[in-house]
Protein backbone atom coordinates (compact mmCIF):
# COMPACT_ATOMS: atom_id res chain seq x y z
CA UNK A 1 0.00 0.00 0.00
CA UNK A 2 1.05 3.60 0.02
CA UNK A 3 1.89 5.52 3.05
CA UNK A 4 1.74 8.76 3.52
CA UNK A 5 4.72 10.12 5.48
CA UNK A 6 5.31 13.22 7.21
CA UNK A 7 9.28 14.39 7.87
CA UNK A 8 10.75 16.24 10.33
CA UNK A 9 14.31 17.57 11.53
CA UNK A 10 17.18 16.33 9.69
CA UNK A 11 14.84 14.21 7.16
CA UNK A 12 13.43 17.42 5.90
CA UNK A 13 16.79 18.54 4.39
CA UNK A 14 17.42 15.05 3.28
CA UNK A 15 14.14 14.93 1.06
CA UNK A 16 14.06 18.73 0.63
CA UNK A 17 10.25 18.29 1.62
CA UNK A 18 8.32 17.70 4.55
CA UNK A 19 6.35 14.98 2.86
CA UNK A 20 6.54 12.33 0.57
CA UNK A 21 4.53 8.88 -0.06
CA UNK A 22 5.68 5.33 0.19
CA UNK A 23 5.02 2.31 -0.67
CA UNK A 24 5.13 -0.31 1.70
CA UNK A 25 4.80 -3.79 1.14
CA UNK A 26 3.01 -4.96 4.53
CA UNK A 27 0.95 -3.68 7.15
CA UNK A 28 2.95 -3.54 10.22
CA UNK A 29 5.64 0.05 11.47
CA UNK A 30 8.16 -2.72 10.99
CA UNK A 31 7.42 -3.28 7.04
CA UNK A 32 7.25 1.07 6.93
CA UNK A 33 10.72 1.49 8.58
CA UNK A 34 12.46 -1.70 6.17
CA UNK A 35 10.46 0.43 3.28
CA UNK A 36 12.13 3.73 4.04
CA UNK A 37 15.53 2.70 4.79
CA UNK A 38 15.13 1.16 1.14
CA UNK A 39 13.99 4.78 -0.06
CA UNK A 40 16.92 6.13 1.94
CA UNK A 41 19.86 4.06 0.74
CA UNK A 42 18.47 4.93 -2.86
CA UNK A 43 17.92 8.58 -2.25
CA UNK A 44 19.30 10.25 1.20
CA UNK A 45 23.67 9.80 0.37
CA UNK A 46 23.67 12.44 3.38
CA UNK A 47 21.80 9.97 6.07
CA UNK A 48 23.98 9.54 9.29
CA UNK A 49 24.86 6.08 9.37
CA UNK A 50 22.00 4.60 12.35
CA UNK A 51 19.64 7.75 11.65
CA UNK A 52 16.52 5.51 10.85
CA UNK A 53 17.15 2.78 13.14
CA UNK A 54 16.61 6.12 16.49
CA UNK A 55 13.65 7.26 14.43
CA UNK A 56 9.99 6.70 15.89
CA UNK A 57 6.87 6.30 13.74
CA UNK A 58 4.08 8.26 15.13
CA UNK A 59 0.29 9.21 14.04
CA UNK A 60 -0.88 12.58 14.92
CA UNK A 61 -1.83 11.65 18.67
CA UNK A 62 0.48 8.92 19.34
CA UNK A 63 3.84 6.80 19.28
CA UNK A 64 3.76 3.57 17.37
CA UNK A 65 6.17 0.13 18.02
CA UNK A 66 7.15 -2.12 14.91
CA UNK A 67 4.85 -4.45 15.59
CA UNK A 68 1.88 -1.83 15.67
CA UNK A 69 -0.32 -1.66 12.46
CA UNK A 70 -0.05 1.07 10.18
CA UNK A 71 -3.17 1.82 7.37
CA UNK A 72 -2.77 3.43 3.97
CA UNK A 73 -5.53 5.93 5.97
CA UNK A 74 -3.13 7.44 8.21
CA UNK A 75 -0.72 9.83 7.65
CA UNK A 76 2.28 8.81 9.58
CA UNK A 77 4.69 11.21 10.61
CA UNK A 78 8.46 10.25 10.82
CA UNK A 79 10.47 11.33 14.31
CA UNK A 80 14.29 11.27 14.35
CA UNK A 81 15.58 11.83 17.99
CA UNK A 82 14.56 14.81 19.75
CA UNK A 83 16.73 17.85 20.63
CA UNK A 84 14.22 20.34 21.99
CA UNK A 85 14.73 22.87 24.86
CA UNK B 1 -6.80 19.47 34.36
CA UNK B 2 -7.29 23.46 34.03
CA UNK B 3 -4.37 24.04 36.19
CA UNK B 4 -2.04 23.24 33.49
CA UNK B 5 -1.11 25.34 30.64
CA UNK B 6 -0.11 23.61 27.80
CA UNK B 7 1.16 25.61 25.08
CA UNK B 8 3.41 26.00 21.58
CA UNK B 9 4.35 29.24 20.55
CA UNK B 10 4.36 30.44 17.54
CA UNK B 11 7.40 32.60 17.47
CA UNK B 12 6.65 34.63 14.17
CA UNK B 13 3.26 35.72 16.23
CA UNK B 14 4.46 35.78 19.62
CA UNK B 15 7.56 36.19 21.98
CA UNK B 16 7.95 33.59 24.93
CA UNK B 17 7.19 35.26 28.24
CA UNK B 18 8.30 34.87 31.82
CA UNK B 19 5.70 37.04 33.12
CA UNK B 20 3.14 35.34 31.27
CA UNK B 21 3.85 31.97 32.51
CA UNK B 22 4.26 33.09 36.59
CA UNK B 23 0.95 34.99 36.54
CA UNK B 24 -0.51 31.66 34.70
CA UNK B 25 0.95 29.51 37.93
CA UNK B 26 0.25 31.58 40.97
CA UNK B 27 -2.71 31.00 43.25
CA UNK B 28 -2.82 32.74 46.92
CA UNK B 29 -2.66 29.14 48.47
CA UNK B 30 0.98 28.81 46.59
CA UNK B 31 4.13 29.91 48.63
CA UNK B 32 6.51 28.92 45.90
CA UNK B 33 6.86 29.27 41.83
CA UNK B 34 9.86 28.20 40.10
CA UNK B 35 10.75 29.01 36.37
CA UNK B 36 12.76 27.56 34.06
CA UNK B 37 13.88 29.95 31.04
CA UNK B 38 16.00 27.94 28.38
CA UNK B 39 17.42 30.77 25.74
CA UNK B 40 19.60 30.36 22.62
CA UNK B 41 23.49 30.76 23.47
CA UNK B 42 25.93 32.30 21.01
CA UNK B 43 28.40 29.06 21.28
CA UNK B 44 27.91 25.51 21.44
CA UNK B 45 30.64 22.49 21.29
CA UNK B 46 33.21 25.30 20.69
CA UNK B 47 31.53 26.47 17.80
CA UNK B 48 30.10 30.53 16.90
CA UNK B 49 26.19 30.25 16.75
CA UNK B 50 24.25 32.75 14.97
CA UNK B 51 20.55 31.44 15.78
CA UNK B 52 18.61 28.21 16.20
CA UNK B 53 15.81 26.77 14.10
CA UNK B 54 13.08 24.43 16.22
CA UNK B 55 10.63 22.16 14.01
CA UNK B 56 7.54 20.86 16.25
CA UNK B 57 5.32 18.23 15.16
CA UNK B 58 2.98 20.35 17.07
CA UNK B 59 -0.14 17.98 17.69
CA UNK B 60 2.03 15.33 19.30
CA UNK B 61 3.65 18.05 21.12
CA UNK B 62 0.78 18.91 22.62
CA UNK B 63 -0.34 15.72 23.47
CA UNK B 64 3.11 14.62 25.32
CA UNK B 65 3.14 18.55 27.26
CA UNK B 66 -0.54 16.99 28.83
CA UNK B 67 1.36 13.75 29.42
CA UNK B 68 4.39 15.08 31.02
CA UNK B 69 1.86 17.50 33.43
CA UNK B 70 -0.13 14.67 34.50
CA UNK B 71 2.87 12.45 35.14
CA UNK B 72 4.37 15.49 37.07
CA UNK B 73 0.92 16.27 39.03
CA UNK B 74 1.52 12.41 40.09
CA UNK B 75 4.87 12.98 41.19
CA UNK B 76 4.39 15.81 43.65
CA UNK B 77 1.20 14.52 44.58
CA UNK B 78 -0.85 17.91 45.10
CA UNK B 79 -1.85 20.89 44.10
CA UNK B 80 0.17 22.31 41.42
CA UNK B 81 -0.31 24.65 38.50
CA UNK B 82 2.40 23.78 35.21
CA UNK B 83 3.13 26.09 32.19
CA UNK B 84 5.22 24.84 29.59
CA UNK B 85 5.76 26.82 26.63
CA UNK B 86 8.50 26.15 23.90
CA UNK B 87 8.96 28.47 20.55
CA UNK B 88 8.86 27.30 17.05
CA UNK B 89 10.87 28.49 14.23
CA UNK B 90 14.08 30.58 13.73
CA UNK B 91 15.55 32.48 17.05
CA UNK B 92 18.23 35.15 17.45
CA UNK B 93 20.94 34.46 20.62
CA UNK B 94 19.11 35.36 23.28
CA UNK B 95 15.83 34.71 22.49
CA UNK B 96 14.06 32.19 24.65
CA UNK B 97 13.48 28.61 22.98
CA UNK B 98 11.27 27.33 26.18
CA UNK B 99 9.72 28.23 29.22
CA UNK B 100 8.78 26.25 32.08
CA UNK B 101 6.88 27.57 35.15
CA UNK B 102 5.40 25.44 38.34
CA UNK B 103 3.39 27.18 40.96
CA UNK B 104 3.03 24.76 44.38
CA UNK B 105 1.90 25.19 48.06
CA UNK B 106 5.71 24.90 49.14
CA UNK B 107 9.17 25.26 47.13
CA UNK B 108 10.35 21.83 47.30
CA UNK B 109 7.53 20.81 45.22
CA UNK B 110 7.97 23.91 42.72
CA UNK B 111 11.44 22.66 41.70
CA UNK B 112 11.20 19.37 41.31
CA UNK B 113 8.07 20.31 39.33
CA UNK B 114 9.90 22.54 37.57
CA UNK B 115 13.18 20.55 37.20
CA UNK B 116 11.40 17.47 35.73
CA UNK B 117 9.13 19.10 33.09
CA UNK B 118 12.11 20.52 31.13
CA UNK B 119 13.72 17.27 31.27
CA UNK B 120 10.89 15.75 30.00
CA UNK B 121 10.69 18.22 27.14
CA UNK B 122 14.22 18.27 26.67
CA UNK B 123 14.22 14.22 26.22
CA UNK B 124 11.04 13.31 24.90
CA UNK B 125 8.83 15.77 23.12
CA UNK B 126 8.73 15.98 19.11
CA UNK B 127 11.15 19.05 18.68
CA UNK B 128 14.38 19.16 16.65
CA UNK B 129 16.70 22.15 16.80
CA UNK B 130 18.80 22.97 14.09
CA UNK B 131 21.94 25.60 14.83
CA UNK B 132 23.20 28.07 12.25
CA UNK B 133 26.69 28.92 12.47
CA UNK B 134 28.78 31.53 12.08
CA UNK B 135 30.59 30.33 9.18
CA UNK B 136 27.59 29.42 7.61
CA UNK B 137 27.18 26.18 7.99
CA UNK B 138 23.94 24.03 10.23
CA UNK B 139 23.40 20.78 11.93
CA UNK B 140 20.54 19.52 13.53
CA UNK B 141 20.87 18.72 17.41
CA UNK B 142 22.20 14.96 18.27
CA UNK B 143 18.77 13.82 19.96
CA UNK B 144 17.25 11.19 21.92
CA UNK B 145 15.27 8.35 20.29
CA UNK B 146 11.86 8.33 20.92
CA UNK B 147 11.71 4.50 19.96
CA UNK B 148 11.61 2.43 23.48
CA UNK C 1 31.81 39.92 42.12
CA UNK C 2 30.09 42.12 39.34
CA UNK C 3 28.07 39.16 38.37
CA UNK C 4 25.86 38.98 42.00
CA UNK C 5 23.16 40.95 42.28
CA UNK C 6 22.77 41.93 46.03
CA UNK C 7 19.94 43.90 46.84
CA UNK C 8 17.30 44.00 50.10
CA UNK C 9 14.15 44.96 48.74
CA UNK C 10 12.27 48.78 50.47
CA UNK C 11 8.83 47.31 50.04
CA UNK C 12 7.45 50.37 50.39
CA UNK C 13 9.80 52.05 47.82
CA UNK C 14 9.49 49.29 45.00
CA UNK C 15 7.65 45.75 44.32
CA UNK C 16 10.03 42.71 43.75
CA UNK C 17 10.05 42.02 39.89
CA UNK C 18 10.60 38.75 38.27
CA UNK C 19 11.41 40.31 34.84
CA UNK C 20 14.32 42.57 36.95
CA UNK C 21 15.96 39.58 38.26
CA UNK C 22 15.89 37.87 34.72
CA UNK C 23 17.25 40.50 33.09
CA UNK C 24 19.88 40.66 35.37
CA UNK C 25 21.23 36.74 34.53
CA UNK C 26 20.92 36.91 31.03
CA UNK C 27 24.12 36.68 29.23
CA UNK C 28 24.72 35.35 25.86
CA UNK C 29 27.02 32.94 26.69
CA UNK C 30 24.60 31.53 29.02
CA UNK C 31 21.50 28.68 27.73
CA UNK C 32 19.78 28.04 31.65
CA UNK C 33 17.91 30.69 34.13
CA UNK C 34 16.28 29.67 36.66
CA UNK C 35 13.95 31.79 39.16
CA UNK C 36 11.98 31.14 42.68
CA UNK C 37 9.91 33.29 43.74
CA UNK C 38 8.32 33.02 47.13
CA UNK C 39 4.67 34.76 47.86
CA UNK C 40 2.93 35.08 51.04
CA UNK C 41 -0.24 32.28 51.55
CA UNK C 42 -3.35 32.80 52.21
CA UNK C 43 -3.12 29.95 54.62
CA UNK C 44 -0.08 28.38 56.97
CA UNK C 45 -0.68 25.80 59.66
CA UNK C 46 -4.30 25.18 59.51
CA UNK C 47 -4.61 29.78 59.51
CA UNK C 48 -5.78 32.23 57.72
CA UNK C 49 -3.65 34.52 57.00
CA UNK C 50 -4.21 38.39 55.86
CA UNK C 51 -0.45 39.03 55.79
CA UNK C 52 2.99 38.88 56.36
CA UNK C 53 5.26 41.70 57.86
CA UNK C 54 9.35 41.11 57.66
CA UNK C 55 12.07 42.80 59.85
CA UNK C 56 15.09 42.75 58.47
CA UNK C 57 18.70 43.37 59.57
CA UNK C 58 20.10 45.23 56.42
CA UNK C 59 23.82 45.59 56.92
CA UNK C 60 24.45 42.00 57.87
CA UNK C 61 21.68 40.25 55.55
CA UNK C 62 23.68 42.13 52.56
CA UNK C 63 27.04 40.70 54.34
CA UNK C 64 24.87 37.48 54.57
CA UNK C 65 24.07 37.10 50.95
CA UNK C 66 27.21 38.40 49.67
CA UNK C 67 28.58 35.22 51.44
CA UNK C 68 25.92 32.80 49.67
CA UNK C 69 27.27 33.84 46.23
CA UNK C 70 30.76 33.34 46.98
CA UNK C 71 29.40 29.88 48.36
CA UNK C 72 27.57 29.11 45.36
CA UNK C 73 29.84 30.12 42.88
CA UNK C 74 32.39 28.12 44.26
CA UNK C 75 29.80 24.85 44.35
CA UNK C 76 28.37 25.88 41.02
CA UNK C 77 32.36 26.05 39.59
CA UNK C 78 31.93 28.15 36.84
CA UNK C 79 30.23 31.21 35.23
CA UNK C 80 26.99 32.00 37.30
CA UNK C 81 24.92 35.32 37.60
CA UNK C 82 23.00 35.30 40.64
CA UNK C 83 20.49 37.62 41.85
CA UNK C 84 19.24 37.31 45.22
CA UNK C 85 16.11 40.40 46.43
CA UNK C 86 14.33 40.21 49.87
CA UNK C 87 11.31 41.97 50.92
CA UNK C 88 11.06 43.92 54.07
CA UNK C 89 7.83 45.40 55.53
CA UNK C 90 4.53 44.46 55.69
CA UNK C 91 2.74 42.52 52.51
CA UNK C 92 -0.20 41.42 51.58
CA UNK C 93 -1.13 37.95 50.20
CA UNK C 94 0.37 37.10 46.77
CA UNK C 95 2.85 39.87 47.53
CA UNK C 96 6.24 38.48 46.57
CA UNK C 97 8.56 37.94 49.51
CA UNK C 98 11.77 36.88 48.10
CA UNK C 99 13.31 36.67 44.05
CA UNK C 100 16.16 34.72 43.39
CA UNK C 101 17.24 33.99 39.89
CA UNK C 102 20.24 32.24 38.32
CA UNK C 103 21.69 32.13 35.25
CA UNK C 104 24.39 29.79 33.83
CA UNK C 105 25.60 28.24 30.44
CA UNK C 106 23.77 24.88 31.59
CA UNK C 107 20.53 23.98 33.17
CA UNK C 108 21.92 21.84 35.48
CA UNK C 109 23.84 24.73 37.32
CA UNK C 110 21.18 27.12 37.03
CA UNK C 111 18.77 24.69 39.03
CA UNK C 112 21.11 24.16 41.41
CA UNK C 113 22.68 27.42 42.29
CA UNK C 114 18.54 28.92 42.55
CA UNK C 115 17.81 26.02 45.05
CA UNK C 116 21.06 26.36 47.15
CA UNK C 117 20.72 30.22 47.09
CA UNK C 118 16.40 29.69 48.70
CA UNK C 119 17.67 27.20 51.33
CA UNK C 120 20.67 29.82 52.02
CA UNK C 121 18.71 32.59 52.67
CA UNK C 122 15.69 31.05 54.41
CA UNK C 123 18.47 28.98 57.23
CA UNK C 124 20.78 31.76 57.66
CA UNK C 125 19.76 35.31 56.58
CA UNK C 126 18.57 37.43 59.62
CA UNK C 127 14.96 38.06 58.48
CA UNK C 128 12.32 37.19 60.40
CA UNK C 129 8.95 36.89 59.14
CA UNK C 130 5.65 37.81 61.38
CA UNK C 131 2.09 36.34 60.50
CA UNK C 132 -0.81 38.42 60.37
CA UNK C 133 -4.12 36.24 60.68
CA UNK C 134 -7.77 36.68 59.77
CA UNK C 135 -8.52 36.46 63.76
CA UNK C 136 -6.10 39.63 64.79
CA UNK C 137 -3.40 37.73 66.33
CA UNK C 138 0.05 37.71 64.97
CA UNK C 139 2.98 35.25 65.66
CA UNK C 140 6.59 35.60 64.41
CA UNK C 141 8.21 32.56 62.46
CA UNK C 142 9.35 29.69 64.10
CA UNK C 143 12.75 29.75 62.72
CA UNK C 144 16.39 28.72 62.82
CA UNK C 145 19.16 29.95 65.32
CA UNK C 146 22.24 31.32 63.84
CA UNK C 147 24.25 30.21 67.03
CA UNK C 148 26.49 27.08 65.71
CA UNK D 1 30.09 48.83 80.90
CA UNK D 2 27.20 49.69 78.93
CA UNK D 3 25.95 47.85 75.76
CA UNK D 4 23.79 49.12 73.48
CA UNK D 5 21.30 46.83 71.87
CA UNK D 6 19.12 46.31 68.75
CA UNK D 7 16.61 44.51 68.96
CA UNK D 8 14.92 42.23 65.78
CA UNK D 9 11.93 39.86 65.15
CA UNK D 10 9.74 38.88 68.24
CA UNK D 11 12.33 40.99 70.68
CA UNK D 12 10.99 44.14 69.33
CA UNK D 13 7.64 43.55 71.08
CA UNK D 14 9.04 42.21 73.90
CA UNK D 15 10.74 45.34 74.75
CA UNK D 16 8.27 47.59 72.81
CA UNK D 17 11.41 48.90 71.50
CA UNK D 18 14.01 48.35 68.89
CA UNK D 19 16.66 49.09 71.03
CA UNK D 20 18.14 49.14 74.44
CA UNK D 21 21.17 49.36 76.80
CA UNK D 22 22.20 47.06 79.34
CA UNK D 23 24.90 46.66 82.36
CA UNK D 24 26.78 43.96 81.70
CA UNK D 25 29.31 43.01 83.88
CA UNK D 26 32.30 41.05 82.06
CA UNK D 27 33.86 41.81 78.85
CA UNK D 28 32.03 38.51 76.65
CA UNK D 29 29.19 37.59 74.46
CA UNK D 30 28.51 35.01 77.18
CA UNK D 31 28.61 37.98 79.76
CA UNK D 32 26.37 39.71 77.46
CA UNK D 33 23.84 36.97 77.09
CA UNK D 34 23.95 36.55 80.93
CA UNK D 35 22.73 40.06 81.64
CA UNK D 36 20.07 39.95 78.88
CA UNK D 37 18.79 36.72 80.08
CA UNK D 38 18.34 38.24 83.85
CA UNK D 39 16.93 41.51 82.12
CA UNK D 40 14.08 39.62 79.98
CA UNK D 41 13.23 37.20 83.59
CA UNK D 42 12.23 40.57 85.08
CA UNK D 43 11.02 42.71 82.04
CA UNK D 44 9.69 39.87 79.22
CA UNK D 45 7.12 37.84 81.12
CA UNK D 46 6.42 37.23 77.44
CA UNK D 47 9.52 35.70 76.49
CA UNK D 48 9.36 32.13 74.69
CA UNK D 49 10.87 29.48 77.05
CA UNK D 50 14.38 28.74 75.45
CA UNK D 51 14.24 31.50 72.85
CA UNK D 52 16.55 33.45 74.30
CA UNK D 53 19.21 30.53 74.45
CA UNK D 54 18.76 30.01 70.50
CA UNK D 55 19.56 34.11 70.12
CA UNK D 56 22.90 35.34 68.00
CA UNK D 57 25.06 38.22 68.83
CA UNK D 58 26.54 40.22 65.99
CA UNK D 59 27.75 43.69 64.88
CA UNK D 60 26.34 44.99 61.61
CA UNK D 61 29.59 42.65 59.77
CA UNK D 62 29.10 39.45 61.60
CA UNK D 63 28.28 37.05 64.22
CA UNK D 64 29.85 36.70 67.07
CA UNK D 65 30.21 33.51 69.93
CA UNK D 66 30.09 33.36 73.14
CA UNK D 67 33.60 33.55 73.71
CA UNK D 68 34.11 36.54 71.68
CA UNK D 69 35.14 39.93 72.87
CA UNK D 70 32.18 42.72 73.20
CA UNK D 71 32.52 46.47 73.42
CA UNK D 72 31.06 49.22 74.84
CA UNK D 73 32.14 51.38 71.55
CA UNK D 74 30.10 48.31 69.03
CA UNK D 75 26.38 48.31 69.02
CA UNK D 76 25.55 44.63 69.69
CA UNK D 77 22.59 43.14 67.78
CA UNK D 78 20.36 40.67 69.40
CA UNK D 79 19.24 37.99 66.45
CA UNK D 80 16.05 35.63 67.53
CA UNK D 81 16.02 32.59 64.80
CA UNK D 82 15.62 33.17 61.52
CA UNK D 83 12.87 32.90 59.44
CA UNK D 84 12.97 34.62 56.00
CA UNK D 85 11.74 33.71 52.43
Redesign the interface.
Known amino acids: MIIEL ?1 L ?3 L ?2 LEHADRMSLQVSGDRVADLRAALAAYAAAHWPGLAPGLL ?4 F ?1 T ?4 L ?1 DGDAVSADVRM ?1 V ?7 | MSNHFLHVSGIAAEKLDAATALDFVADPGFGGATLFI ?1 RVRDRNHGRDVLGVS ?4 R ?2 AL ?1 RFAQIAVEIEREVGGQLKLYIA ?1 AHGRLAVGDI ?2 VIAAGTPHRDEAFRACRQA ?1 ES ?10 EHYANGDSA ?9
Open positions: EFGARGAKCAAHSEIRSLPPVSGG | GYDIHPLVHAVIVKHSAPIWKQWGEGCSLCD
